[in-house]
C-alpha cells in the first residue's frame, strides 16, 4: 500500500533541529571554529609526522619566497603552493582516520581512499616544485638575481 505524502517539514525533520552544542552565528562562532581550527593543526602536528615535515618545510621556505626578488606575485604563488601541501596533508589525514575509525580491516576500498590522499599530497608537492621553479626562472630571465 502507498504512503500517504508527508509534508516538506516532516520529510525531513532533521533540517529543522538546532544542535545546542553549535553556535549558529556571531562572535561565539567564530571563536569556536578558530579553537577547532588549532585543535585539529594540533593534532596534526602530534600525531602526523608527514604533516610536521611538511611544517618544517614551510617553516624553512616561507622566508625564502619572501627574501626571492621575484615580486608580489611570484612570492604570492610561492607561499599559495605552500599552504595547498598543508591543506592537503590535513585532508589526507582526515581520510586516513576516518577509515582507520570505521574500519581497522584491510579492505580494497580503504586502501584505495587512503592511496588516492597520498596521491593528492603528492601533486601537492609537485606542484611546489613546479610553480617555484617556473617563478625562479622567470625572476632569473628578467635579471632579478643581479
Excluded at 611538511?54 to 621556505?61: A, D, K, R, S
Excluded at 622566508?63 to 615580486?71: C, D, E, Q, R, S
Excluded at 588516492?116 to 617556473?134: E, K, R
Amino acid at each position: 500500500m502507498l504512503q500517504e505524502r508527508q509534508p516538506e517539514s516532516a520529510a525531513h525533520p532533521a533540517e529543522n533541529l538546532v544542535r545546542e552544542d553549535k553556535s549558529t552565528g556571531g562572535l561565539k562562532r567564530i571563536f569556536n571554529a578558530l579553537r577547532y581550527s588549532l585543535q585539529g593543526i594540533g593534532a596534526a602536528m602530534k600525531q602526523e609526522s608527514a604533516f610536521r615535515q611538511e611544517m618544517i618545510l614551510c617553516v624553512v621556505l616561507v622566508p625564502v619566497a619572501i627574501l626571492l626578488p621575484v615580486g608580489w606575485l611570484g612570492t604570492g604563488l610561492m607561499l599559495g603552493s605552500l599552504f595547498i601541501v598543508l591543506i592537503t596533508e590535513l585532508l589526507n589525514s582526515a581520510i586516513e582516520w576516518t577509515v582507520d575509525y570505521v574500519s581497522q580491516e584491510t579492505h580494497p576500498f580503504a586502501r584505495r581512499a587512503k592511496d588516492m590522499g597520498s596521491a593528492a599530497v603528492f601533486f601537492a608537492l609537485v606542484n611546489v616544485l613546479v610553480i617555484w621553479v617556473c617563478v625562479i626562472l622567470q625572476a632569473w630571465s628578467d635579471g632579478r638575481f643581479g
